[in-house]
Antibody, heavy 122, light 110 residues
Framework: QVTLRESGPALVKPTQTLTLTCTFS??????????VNWIRQPPGKALEWLARIDWDDDKYYNTSLKTRLTISKDTSRNQVVLTMTNMDPLDTGTYYC??????????????WGQGTLVTVSS | QSVLTQPPSASGTPGQRVTISCFGSSSNIGTGAVTWYQQFPGTAPRLLIY???DRPSGVPDRFSGSKSGTSASLAISGLQSEDEADYYCAAWDDSLNGPVFGGGTKLTVL
């Protein structure tokens, strides 16, 4: 059974750095083709893809946020970590991690975490 | 402003067939597969359609996807009250080198 779970602070101050962890089970990020992504959703708004890390450690970032994002993985702990620097109130929203299976396309997010709400406020 | 364009709302009565459109460009839908997600309030999105036409196991065959050129559609036949949700399309964008989503369509079952 594939599961993903996001964890991190619920509240961060403007200009601070956000660190989110995605802990997963039921699959391995060493399997050829598997990827883990971060996607966010501001309250009442649309989904926005942030970053992706592949089984071979290739990384992809949203071009408009690239300078603020870093994604990494710890395969021994089955975790993927996302850091976002210089947080702003506009970054408030629910942050999800989601898996792409080994045979999936670049938008084939077959399993999602429940999401974690991050509020940016002083 | 989302890269993929969806109507903000759609509606239908129980039993009816409704379609939700998704318009893109040659750098995304025009060159690759489209994925559709269903999202209920307060929950994570659920994969509904992948590779433009395929359904994961567990998704009723009332849901179907199609694609033509730079646009795609999600059709829901035999509309049910539990289909009331937000629907998002997604596609890989070659220019942005990443996935892009539509703005979402809120489906109301009257």
């Amino acid at each position: 059974q594939v599961t993903l779970r996001e964890s991190g602070p619920a509240l961060v101050k403007p200009t601070q750095t956000l660190t989110l962890t995605c802990t997963f089970s039921g699959f391995s990020l060493t399997t050829n083709g598997v990827c883990v992504n971060w996607i966010r959703q501001p309250p009442g708004k649309a989904l926005e893809w942030l970053a992706r890390i592949d089984w071979d450690d290739d990384k992809y970032y949203n071009t408009s946020l690239k300078t603020r994002l870093t994604i990494s993985k710890d395969t021994s702990r089955n975790q993927v970590v996302l850091t976002m620097t210089n947080m702003d109130p506009l970054d408030t929203g629910t942050y999800y991690c989601a898996r792409i299976p080994y045979d999936g396309s670049g938008t084939h997010f077959d399993h999602w975490g429940q999401g974690t709400l991050v509020t940016v406020s002083s | 402003q989302s890269v993929l364009t969806q109507p903000p709302s759609a509606s239908g009565t129980p039993g009816q067939r409704v379609t939700i459109s998704c318009f893109g460009s040659s750098s995304n839908i025009g060159t690759g597969a489209v994925t559709w997600y269903q999202q209920f309030p307060g929950t994570a999105p659920r994969l509904l359609i992948y590779r433009s036409y395929d359904r994961p196991s567990g998704v009723p065959d009332r849901f179907s996807g199609s694609k033509s050129g730079t646009s795609a559609s999600l059709a829901i036949s035999g509309l049910q009250s539990e289909d009331e949700a937000d629907y998002y399309c997604a596609a890989w964008d070659d220019s942005l080198n990443g996935p892009v989503f539509g703005g979402g369509t809120k489906l109301t079952v009257l």
